[in-house]
């Protein structure tokens, strides 16, 4: 039997197939970056290293399980159980805490793929396939998703409605477009927004968990933020982020719109929170409690950042989880997408 310790043993022992020194996994990396070119070695890297530490530590892994307490007792009824995963891939390996979940959990797994994330996922199902046999009796890698008792779908707003259409009758998580936001107060240290400039730029701004917005106090010092905020200029180096960046910048131009830029983010006053590749959206507020109606849109934000002194002002009027400044892209195990406990979802089946 594929029990709960052994597959925690099949997981935790992933952390060996990303060993930045073997030569298969070095040429995997490459590889993917070659299929999908928004998947640099680099960003490759940070994905795999923050799945490591955050979610195949054998510590934390059991006791996440441990929150869940009708997992053992349902075991052997979910083996007998299929879970479909619908896997996104704007980001490396994006989908791994959903596979990881249902896999825990006891159950089948059926994955369809995203076309940009392929080479990834295949390497990881081909190495633990040879580790352990059974895996590929328990997990596999389809076409096309059918005869499943569940299903988890992650897509954009559009996606969602074939999703409900194909999945409405089972139980199931849908997922649609999500963005993050974050909120100055002009007291920030440096280090705060730099910290800030990694969630906005990190993946090259493409995942959900980045900063696609921020509020700042009416007179906020831009100059100063902005003389802060450079280090990523690197990306304006990478072909597919630099003909985004170009293209916004040519449009703003053309229309006479006020930007400011860092050299490698323009930012632009829009009371839109999302915002393009290689955009930033701003809005100046002239008291927070203003803004709180738009902080508490929990159906279109994935997170909202803010310095350490914020935090629990702002978390006593949103609904939405409010984290630190830079802690966007390191989710831990509870961090569930949507705010939707993933885990609870499978334990109740």
């Known amino acids: 039997m594929f029990t709960i310790s052994k597959r925690t043993n099949a997981v935790c022992g992933l952390a060996a197939a990303f060993d930045s020194h073997d030569e298969t996994w070095k040429k995997v990396r490459e590889e993917a970056h070659r299929a999908n070119g928004w998947f640099t070695v680099a960003y490759i890297d940070l994905a795999v ?34 879970v479909g995963i619908v896997m996104a891939g704007n980001i490396p390996l994006v989908g791994f ?3 990881l979940a249902a896999f825990l959990a006891g159950f089948k797994v059926r994955m369809k793929l995203s076309s940009k994330d392929t080479v990834l996922w295949n390497y990881i199902y081909g190495y633990l396939s040879d580790q352990y046999p ?3 009796d328990t997990v596999a890698i389809v076409p096309m998703l059918k005869d499943c008792d569940a299903y988890i779908a992650t897509g954009s707003n559009n996606t969602s409605r074939y999703f409900e259409q194909y999945f409405g009758r089972y139980p199931h998580i849908i997922r649609k477009n999500r963005t993050s936001v974050a909120v100055l107060t002009g007291q920030e240290t440096d280090a705060e927004l730099q910290a800030l400039e990694s969630s906005i730029n990190t993946y090259f701004g493409l995942g959900c968990r980045n900063i696609s917005k921020i509020y700042v106090p009416e007179g906020y010092d831009f100059e ?19 003909n985004n960046y170009d293209y916004q910048l040519a449009m703003y131009i053309l229309n006479k719109v006020q930007y400011m830029s860092n050299e490698a983010t323009l930012f632009v006053e829009n009371r839109e929170i999302y915002a393009p590749v290689s955009v930033v959206h701003y809005e100046y507020y002239d008291r927070q409690e203003t803004i709180y109606p738009d902080l508490n849109r929990s159906e279109v934000l994935q997170c909202i950042e803010t310095a350490a002194a914020n935090l629990p002002v702002l978390q006593a009027h949103t609904t939405v989880p409010v984290i630190p400044l830079g802690s966007s892209q390191s989710p831990g195990l509870t961090d569930y997408a949507d705010n939707v406990d993933t885990m609870a979802f499978l334990s109740a089946l």
Do not use: C, G, M
């Open 224 to 242: 100063h933020f902005i003389a802060k905020t450079k280090h990523h200029i690197w990306q304006r180096d990478h072909n597919k982020y630099k």
């Open 97 to 99: 805490h959903d596979f």
């Open 134 to 136: 059974e895996f590929r």
């Open 49 to 82: 290293q923050h799945i490591v530490n955050r979610f195949l530590d054998r510590t934390l892994l059991e006791a996440w399980l441990l929150q869940y307490p009708d997992l053992s007792r349902k075991f052997p009824e979910h083996q007998s159980l299929t």
